[in-house]
């Protein structure tokens, strides 16, 4: 069976709507010709993969989305610990957390357990610590139903996890397909499933100064909309938690690659 590209729209964030545009993670990218569908009809159908991606190794694993302490001392009332962003180890941010609650109430030991790879948290005040939030205990194990009483040792719910980079995803939220293709024209096979945005998912093995880089072109394509064209994209990179990564700074690319298919092909035998 036969495939061929109708059209390839090479995206560099650089050429991002600066006007319209809410960082270079969380852009607008306008067309400078649109991609047109005119011909679309019930044989011939399009479908969209993203490829060749290529995102620096810039981002910080402690980051404006985890790097928040909340909690209340039973005396000295409601506290909130921001810690520096950048790359940390368990460690390294049990550390820098220890000195940071210290510096409010001198007596804490925070420990890691290689073993279980859980933090403990030793209260050596007079004072109990409640009403725990914030987006940094979950990079600790921490939840928000924990309490840690005076002179009381309590150990995280979960395991400690400072990974928060290992996968991104880079969406199209403008483009949306409720049918994903094999990643094999032969197959002739859907695989149908929920309303998503186009999207690629990006592991990362965190090497700093260097990049990411994902070819993707035996991986799953998405059927196109059914829209007359494309005029613009609405890209986003986001981390496992939907949270937008901080390329800081830095750049990233892509190329959208849309396939002209002959339906009447599609459910041949295999």
Not at 224 to 250: A, E, F, H, Q
Request: with cysteine; aromatic share 10%; proline share 2%.
């Amino acid at each position: 069976m036969t495939s061929k590209v109708h059209a390839i729209i090479s995206v560099d964030s650089r050429g991002r709507n600066e006007g319209l545009s809410v960082s270079n993670t969380d852009f607008l990218y306008q067309m400078t010709v649109p991609i047109n569908f005119h011909k679309r009809s019930n044989d011939k159908q399009y479908f969209i993969r993203i490829e060749n991606v290529k995102i620096p190794v810039s981002f910080y694993n402690l980051n404006s989305n985890y790097d928040t302490f909340n909690f209340t001392l039973s005396t000295s009332g409601a506290q909130t610990i921001t810690l520096t962003h950048g790359n940390y180890t368990i460690d390294e941010l049990i550390s820098e957390l220890e000195t940071q609650m210290d510096a409010i109430l001198n007596g804490f030991t925070i420990t890691y357990n290689e073993i279980t790879q859980k933090v403990s948290i030793q209260n050596g005040t007079a004072q109990n610590i409640t009403a725990i939030s914030g987006n940094g205990w979950r990079l600790i194990g921490f939840e928000s139903t924990q309490t840690i009483a005076a002179a009381a040792t309590v150990v995280g719910n979960n395991v400690a996890y400072t990974n928060t980079t290992s996968c991104l995803k880079l969406v199209i939220s403008n483009l949306v397909s409720n049918n994903v293709y094999s990643n094999s024209i032969d197959e002739g096979t859907f695989k149908t499933t929920n309303l998503q945005n186009v999207s690629v998912n990006i592991p990362v093995k965190e090497i700093r100064n260097e990049f990411v880089f994902v070819e993707n072109h035996m991986g799953p394509m998405q059927k196109m909309p059914n829209i007359s064209s494309i005029k613009n994209l609405n890209i986003r990179l986001v981390d496992v938690y939907n949270n937008v990564v901080d390329l800081n700074g830095l750049f990233l690319s892509f190329d959208i690659v849309v396939y002209e298919i002959n339906k009447s092909l599609l459910f041949t035998n295999k």
